[in-house]
């Protein structure tokens, strides 16, 4: 009887030892997530675009919020983290084409591409078909041609168009083509395009894509009537394309316990203004509200950080970041990463909330990824269960979504999110789709979790098997890689490694610069995944890539 006396006294003193979570008032709380998505995703700030005003709007408010609660500034500039980004590629007023001495218009006549160097270019044009060199297929646009300082004048296309099926369809690409001209010596290069089947390559520009050496122009209209009936034709070609920088702001708090190590819970506030890029809505610009991408996850930032604020678990610091920039690429998180206002090395570990406004009522499947980036996650889920939800967890600590930034840099992290939707990335998601009863729930969820942590110290790192890198899904390959999207050098920079992977059974690591896969060159991210497209599972590559200043070489079996 003693023996079992003792166990037990010893079990409710167990009990008493764990952190238990701060009380959590329903009504009060889906109040307050309530008013905070409202405001979020009100159309007076215009979808939180990064860089734009909506998103300036949107930083005050969360501001003036953590102040509210008396948490400590621990931005840069107060709350706040900016950022420096490229927001976009516009063409400069400096562009001109005269040709036989007649002057051309600017986007009438003729536009620069987005593979255009900002340069002058003088001499004679010479033609040289389609640009394709395949000694495969038998066919050299340039046998017989000498075209170096010559501006080359070439067909977008292929002598089959631009069919995926065509022998030539690995031939088509512009940067293969600009890059086989560079090689052949041409100071210049102008487009044209005489095939109507065949779309004209665009006239915006994807700050994705990396400049060539020379200019580079497409001709349309007058110039192209006049490339084409002249016998002789002396070009006088000047490109500027010019990059709108933008700044971006995460906006960063600290609820200080004096406690050694400190959590990091974040949520992205950013959304995608009226569509643009990552859009899935086809029509006039619109609005994109993201009430549940992610203003659910941002207001449920504020809430967890009033309802930590309460004097329980006093094991951990807590730092909230709301990021911006996720929708271009994790641009805040990654930023933070790298530029971390506080010491990293005390980083317990990162909660990350991205969607997690639409729970599903019928499932009630709240799903959870990351959970193989510490052996303790899997004990601290076990038998959690609260309303009935039932978690669904993931190993991988690789996704799209802020968790990933913190994973790459050696810290645990996961990633709750409570489901797609058909309103996600469109018009439609908007504050009165959200399931307020559910998101209490998930937020019930979190202060469980954290309240098991509590005592646990600072736990461990672990890898994990990552399914799913960052490699684009269309290609039947992946290297395993996570690009840094906010490189914009020459090349494609690693930000991660994918343990079991082809990049690191090769042997790169993270912050290599991929220069080129089999023969094609990697100018920038666009030109890495066209590289990817062509190679199939069980090929094998050599990866030309560039660690510090040291150029080298490996092979990789896809």
């Known amino acids: 009887m003693k023996k079992v006396f003792a166990f037990s006294f010893l079990f409710i003193v167990s009990l008493c030892l764990q952190a238990q979570p701060p009380a959590v008032n ?13 405001i979020l995703a009100h159309d007076s700030l215009e979808g939180r675009e990064t860089g734009s005003a909506g998103e300036e709007k949107a930083y005050r408010y969360l501001s003036q919020q953590f102040r509210k609660l008396g948490l400590l500034a621990a931005g840069t500039q107060d709350y706040l983290q900016p950022f420096t980004f490229t927001a976009r590629i516009l063409m400069g007023k400096n562009n001109s084409m005269v040709l036989n001495g007649k002057k051309f218009s600017p986007g009438k006549d003729f536009y620069p591409l987005a593979y255009s160097a900002n340069a002058s270019v003088k001499g004679e044009v010479m033609k040289a078909g389609y640009g394709i060199i395949a000694h495969d297929l038998n066919h050299n646009d340039y046998e017989g041609k000498d075209v170096k300082g010559k501006i080359v004048m070439l067909e977008i296309s292929s002598p089959e168009g631009n069919n995926p099926h065509s022998k030539f369809a690995m031939h088509i690409d512009l940067r293969a083509k600009i890059d ?18 065949v779309e004209n390559p665009p006239a915006s520009y994807s700050r994705r894509i990396a400049p060539s050496k020379i200019p580079v122009v497409f001709a349309t209209g007058k110039a192209l009537k006049t490339l084409l009936d002249a016998t002789v034709v002396n070009a006088d070609i000047t490109t500027e394309l010019m990059k709108e920088e933008k700044t971006g702001h995460n906006v960063v708090a600290l609820l200080d316990k004096g406690a050694s190590n400190t959590v990091v819970i974040g949520a992205h506030y950013d959304h995608l203004g009226y569509g643009h890029d990552g859009s899935l809505y086809r029509g006039k610009p619109a609005i994109h509200n993201g009430a549940d991408d992610n203003a659910s996850g941002t207001a449920a930032l504020i809430e967890l950080a ?10 951990n ?15 805040g998180s990654s930023h933070f990463v790298k530029n971390p206002t506080i010491d990293t090395s005390r980083i317990n570990y990162m909660l990350n909330m991205d969607m997690v406004g639409r729970l599903k009522s019928d499932t009630k499947i709240l799903q959870v990824l990351g959970a193989g980036t510490s052996p303790e996650w899997k004990s601290a889920f076990d038998g959690l269960m609260i309303d009935s939800i039932t978690i669904k967890t993931s190993e991988s600590g690789i996704g799209p979504s802020d968790h990933t930034s913190f994973y790459l840099a050696g810290i645990p992290a996961i990633h709750f999110f409570s489901g797609t939707h058909e309103d996600y990335h469109k018009p439609s998601d908007d504050e009165d789709k959200i399931n307020y009863d559910g998101q209490v729930s998930v937020l019930k969820i979190i202060l469980e979790l954290i309240s098991r942590l509590d005592s646990k110290g600072k736990i461990a790192f672990a890898k994990t098997q990552d399914a799913d890198s960052r490699d684009t899904p269309r290609f039947k390959v992946t290297l395993g890689v996570v690009p840094d999207y906010v490189y914009d050098g020459t090349g494609m920079r690693i930000d991660g490694v994918s343990d079991g992977k082809p990049a690191a059974k090769a042997g790169l690591k993270a912050g290599d610069i991929i220069l080129a896969i089999g023969e094609q060159k990697v100018h920038d991210m666009m030109s890495y995944m066209q590289a990817l497209g062509k190679f199939k599972k069980g090929e094998k590559a050599i990866v030309k890539f560039k660690r510090g200043e040291e150029e080298k070489e490996a092979e990789v079996e896809f």
């Open 26 to 38: 329903v009504p009060a709380v889906k109040d307050s997530l309530k008013k905070h998505i409202t």
């Open 180 to 197: 086989k001209a560079i090689e052949q010596g041409a100071a210049g290069i102008i487009f044209i395009n005489t095939k109507k089947e």
């Open 306 to 315: 009033r309802l930590l604020s309460q004097p329980v678990g006093r094991n």
């Open 317 to 331: 610091n807590y730092l909230f970041i709301a990021f911006s920039g996720e929708e271009m690429g994790l641009l």
